[in-house]
Structure formats: structure tokens, C-alpha cells
């Protein structure tokens, strides 16, 4: 039985571009394939913008300029990941992640907003998120609907992610002369802290929508966790940057380094002031961590 479930049967119109977005893209790129799909673009004038995870387009770039450039880009992260994922595993994980049910038709022109929100199980057994959007420009030439441009790369939900110009204008800033020892980690000993309204999450961990553990590797829990904690600042409009304290509670104290190789990545600079103690966590979990975060 087919994985697939067009949203449209009765609209002829918007089923096909529903399988031109969803369905052919999504056997193309778990076959690595270009030539599956190569028939839906329009090569003349065609250009990929790249949000890069930002919802302000200040921060925007023209990555693929004409169709030769995206169809790199596309191969390569085909390939990239077929070598972390089985194909049943991606194409499961692709087909429930994707959602695509705004689709607006004018004359020969469609707009088609393409949602990323789920996970793929990797071969090491971790998970990798799929959290952004994109917004597709659709063309009907020669009695086909085809590609035209699109948007891809956007935040989803949009608020989640900043520019860094945006970051630098945070509502937190550490003082000047503040000092700590040499040995400390990924955070500020003190942050001088402006904000129009506070937000306060609880504890988050390493356990996915439908309640389950996915898996116990502490690298794995480390990021899902703070994916969580990204995605609750994200429903009140904040984002990392924004936080200002962290407290951590790990269920054994050495793990406290790996956690920071995760931490350091996810969490851009001024980081937040922390706090880390050893705790007895609920069955399964490795990590806890909450957050406090300033408005700007």
C-alpha cells in the first residue's frame, strides 16, 4: 500500500501539483535521482532563493541562481543522505513529514506551501529533525504545471530562527570586565538583561511528539533535547538567542563534556548563564534541560 495520500482527489489542478511537490520529489530524492523530476522546472529564469533558516529576508541569499545550481545542491544532499539513512527510512520519514495542503491557483500561476515537521531514522539509529518550509512559484507551459522558483529554507514555524543583526540587538549583553576561571564552558558569567516581556519554558527532554525515547545515545537526547527547547521558545517568538539562563540536570555528570560539543553548537554567543547538577531523571532520559529568555 502507497505511503502517499493526495489531500486533493477532486481538484485536478492541485493533485497534480501536489505530485509534482510531494510525491515525484519525494522517490526522486530517495532515488538520487534528477531525472525523475527534471521534466517539472522551467530552466529559463529560473532561481532558488535560500532563507538560511530566517524569517528576515535582510539575511537572504540568491544560492541558485539558474536550475544547474540547485540540481547540485539537490544531488548532493540526495547522496549525502542515502549514505546516513536506509531508503525505506527516509522515504517513510519524508512522507510524514512533509504537508502540503496550501496550494493557491491563479490563471497559469501557483503559489504551493510546501511544511517540513517530522524526523528520519538514521543507520546509527539516532534521528535527524526536519523542521523548515518552502514557497513554491508554479508555472502551467506546455499543458503541465512545472517549477518556477521558490523560497526553501525558511523556518518552520516561521519565528524560530534570527538573523545575527537581529541577535546583536538581543536583550542581553555581558558587562564589561565580567571574568570567569579557565576551565569554564559554553556560557557568560553574567548577563546585563533588557526585555519587554520574560519567557519561561520547563524542562525538556529527550522524548519525541507521540511520548517515546528515541533513542538512548547522549549525543541524540543532548539535541532532541534542546530541539524541544527551541521549538517551545519558537511558540512564544523566541528563539536560543534569546535565552538568558539554562539550568541543566544530567542523570550522570560525565556526560557534562559531551553535552557541551551539542551545546556550543546549537546555542549562538552571548550564551546564557548556567547552571549544571547531577539529578535522578525519568526512565530512559539522560538530560533535562529549561529556560528563561528576554524579549527584545
Request: charged share 25%; hydrophobic share 40%.
Amino acid at each position: 500500500m502507497s505511503l502517499f495520500s493526495d489531500p486533493f482527489p477532486q481538484d485536478t489542478e492541485r493533485s497534480e501539483i501536489w505530485r509534482m511537490l510531494v510525491e515525484r520529489d519525494i522517490e526522486a530524492f530517495v532515488a538520487a535521482d534528477w531525472s525523475l523530476i527534471q521534466e517539472d522546472f522551467i530552466v529559463e529564469g529560473f532561481h532558488g532563493v535560500d532563507a538560511r533558516g530566517s524569517d528576515l529576508p535582510d539575511s537572504w541569499r540568491l544560492s541558485f541562481p539558474d536550475l544547474a545550481s540547485y540540481r547540485g545542491a539537490w544531488l548532493e544532499q540526495a547522496r549525502e543522505m542515502a549514505s546516513r539513512t536506509t531508503e525505506g527510512a527516509l522515504r517513510r520519514g519524508l512522507v510524514e513529514a512533509t504537508t502540503l495542503r496550501d496550494i493557491e491557483v491563479n490563471g497559469d500561476s501557483a503559489l504551493a506551501h510546501k511544511k517540513f515537521d517530522g524526523w528520519v531514522e538514521t543507520r546509527d539509529g539516532s534521528r535527524e529533525r526536519l523542521a523548515w518550509q518552502t514557497l513554491y512559484r508554479c508555472r502551467r507551459t506546455a499543458g503541465r504545471w512545472r517549477i518556477a522558483g521558490f523560497v526553501g529554507y525558511l523556518p518552520n514555524p516561521m519565528g524560530q530562527r534570527s538573523s545575527p543583526a537581529l541577535q546583536e540587538r538581543g536583550a542581553k549583553a555581558v558587562p564589561e570586565g565580567a571574568t570567569q576561571h579557565v576551565t569554564a564552558g559554553p556560557y557568560s558569567p553574567v548577563l546585563r538583561v533588557r526585555g519587554s516581556d520574560l519567557v519561561v519554558i520547563s524542562g525538556q527532554a529527550a522524548i519525541a511528539h507521540d511520548g517515546s525515547v528515541p533513542s538512548q545515545d547522549f549525543t541524540s537526547q543532548s539535541r532532541l533535547t534542546l530541539e524541544n527547547c527551541q521549538r517551545q521558545l519558537a511558540s512564544a517568538g523566541c528563539e536560543l538567542a534569546d535565552v538568558f539562563k539554562v539550568n541543566v540536570y544530567l542523570a550522570d555528570l560525565a556526560d557534562w563534556p559531551a553535552f557541551n560539543v551539542v551545546y556550543e553548537e546549537m546555542v549562538p554567543a552571548p550564551r546564557p548563564v548556567r547552571t549544571a547538577v547531577q539529578a535522578g531523571l525519568l526512565p530512559g532520559l539522560r538530560v533535562e534541560v529549561e529556560m528563561w529568555a528576554a524579549l527584545p
